[in-house]
């Protein structure tokens, strides 16, 4: 089955830099990927997502990129603010056999220091 | 627009004792999943249905988990009878699949579950 390892476990950050969240996964397979993010008490909430067929996809502040080859894929926050301290988790899924579920990396907490 | 819908919120009870979690989702989609999530595992999925029928149980750990889903908007959780290692927070998502593409889950705030 797929599998999908994710780093740094911890990221902490000052307050206006950049934070990077790499993920790699196994299933050469897999045609989606999402990114989660999720804080104390709540569910995770989709933050932006990539399909296997396009490299790199922005939406204001975040950004993702998707490199098939390696089978990596990473988040990019850029302009990081207090809000954005949470725990964020890469996922992927959509192999072709079927597979919808999806198949989480264990996460990274992110902590935005004012 | 109402997002999935978990219930209780938190469930505490003693080992041995029946749990019954619930969840309502998104109106319109197609496909239900649950989850769990502790610290020791990260989210795993527990079994996933599609058009109300169980695709995949392959996560379900053991026969005193069941899940059904008699509706569209509707779908239930059960332990029993429940272990204090089964303490973890459950989530249920829904999704509107279609062909084998994946598509976004969108995830209700999920259920505290402890077992003293």
């Known amino acids: 089955g797929e599998n999908v390892e994710q780093h740094p476990s911890t990221l902490s950050v000052q307050e206006g830099d950049s934070a990077v969240i790499k993920c790699t996964y196994s299933?050469?397979?897999?045609?989606?990927f999402p990114w989660y993010k999720q804080e104390l008490g709540k569910g995770p909430q989709l933050i932006i997502d990539i399909r296997s067929n396009v490299g790199e996809k922005k939406d204001q502040r975040i950004a993702v990129t998707l490199n098939k080859t390696a089978k990596h894929f990473s988040l990019h926050i850029t302009e990081t603010q207090p809000e954005d301290s949470a725990v964020y988790f890469c996922?992927?899924?959509?192999?072709?056999?079927?597979?919808?579920?999806?198949?989480f990396g264990s996460g990274t907490r992110l902590q935005v220091q004012p | 627009d109402a997002g999935v819908i978990q219930s209780p919120r938190h469930e505490v009870t003693e080992m041995g004792q029946e749990v019954t979690l619930r969840c309502k989702p998104i109106?319109?989609?197609?496909?239900l999943f649950w989850y769990r999530q502790t610290m020791m595992r990260g989210l795993e999925l527990l079994i996933y249905f599609n058009n109300n029928v169980p695709i995949d149980d392959s996560g379900m750990p053991e026969d005193r988990f069941s899940a059904k889903m008699p509706n569209a908007s509707f779908s239930t959780l059960k332990i029993q009878p429940s272990e204090p290692r089964d303490s973890a927070v459950y989530f249920c998502?829904?999704?509107?699949?279609?062909?084998?593409?994946?598509?976004?889950?969108?995830f209700g705030d999920g259920t505290r579950l402890s077992i003293l």
């Open positions: 109106s319109g989609h197609n496909s």
């Open positions: 996922a992927a899924s959509g192999a072709p056999s079927g597979r919808r579920a999806l198949t």
């Open positions: 299933d050469s397979a897999s045609n989606y």
């Open positions: 998502a829904s999704s509107f699949v279609r062909q084998n593409k994946g598509q976004p889950q969108h």
